[in-house]
């Protein structure tokens, strides 16, 4: 590595986030050396982001940096995990300090609020491509998505669609109007639900987030937990600036199908379901009863009294964001 290279990391990696107490050994040496609480599971997640696939190019970097770690965040949040320790594996074609400082400054916002140490990584020459490892912890056991039953309510969290308009909207394939500003920061700076997440694990039967989709992660989770499930149309979170920029219908079509969200999407079991409603109420947390899991497989969702069914398969019928 170049010793400009060197004092990049120095500069903007090297206390990126918080300083914490269980990192004995953070960026600078061959490896980061971690303390884990005694009696908690290790919980690890890794997503990438490549320029152009993930994010349009020329995407703003502070939103880039912040992405990157926000939706493995997400990831842990899905978990019911404790965000703690992340790593940054970091391509660039360049080295352009503008550039740099932003990615670092968006980064080191969401790693702060989650009270998160970025304690290592690598940093090559090449495309642009951004991977992240988020470490964290959980007591007792992690949320997973195999732990529905049929019978169980299906909820999910926020405004489903709201990313995948504000992405339409970044690339330029919708008008500018009012409430568009709201769409893309959805897209730019989507909220990982730690706090959700970590509160639903007392709750939930199981929990995935929702990053591609609702109609797919949804029925990710009805698959692996052995059930099919039913949504229904007219309980669809729909946020106000969606519904104003895209129209009701084609709305409903993107909080199905459209990507990007990074919400939570669980299920509830039916000896836990008074308790979340009355401890955690759905207009405090943000989350609502979208539908059931049923023991028949497979995706239905009902429109006016009418159950349409939507194999896997069917989930493309209803894309259109040109993703
Ligand atoms: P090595 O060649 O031994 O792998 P590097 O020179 O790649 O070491 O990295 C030096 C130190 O900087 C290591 O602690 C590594 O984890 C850290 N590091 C490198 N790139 C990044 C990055 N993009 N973000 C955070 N830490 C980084
Ligand atoms: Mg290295």
Known sequence: MSLSEFGLIERYFR???????DVR????????VLECPPGQHLVAAMDTLVDGVHFPHGAPPDSIGYRALAVNLSDLAAMGARA???????????????????????????????????VGGDTTRGPLCVTVQVLGHVSGSAMLRSGGRPGDA???????????????LEQGRWPESGGTQYLRERFLFPTPRMELGERLREYASACIDVS????????????????????????????EPLVRVAGAERAHELALTG????ELCFSVG???????????????WGYRRIGSLRQAPGIDLVR?????????SGYDHFAGTGR
């Not at 300090?97 to 702060?112: I, N, T, V």
């Not at 989709?213 to 946020?239: F, M, N, R, T």
């Open 259 to 262: 990507g990007d969200d990074y």
């Open 270 to 284: 039916p000896g836990q379901l008074a308790q979340l409603l009355a401890q955690m109420p759905p207009e405090r």
């Open 212 to 239: 591609d989709g609702l109609l797919g992660d949804a029925g990710k989770l009805a698959a692996a937990s052995g059930c099919g499930a039913e949504i229904v149309y007219a309980d669809l979170p729909l946020s």
């Open 84 to 118: 703690a320790w992340a790593l940054l594996a970091l391509t660039l074609p360049e080295a352009d300090e503008g550039w740099l400082s932003q990615f670092a400054a968006g980064f080191a916002k969401l790693a702060r609020l989650h009270n998160l140490a970025l």
């Open 304 to 312: 006016d009294g009418a159950a349409v069914r939507l194999p896997p």
């Open 25 to 32: 050994v953070g960026v600078g040496d061959d490896a980061a």
């Open 15 to 21: 206390h990126c986030g918080v300083a914490r107490e």
């Open 154 to 168: 299906l909820f999910v969290s926020g405004t489903p669609g709201d990313a995948a308009a504000g992405l339409a």
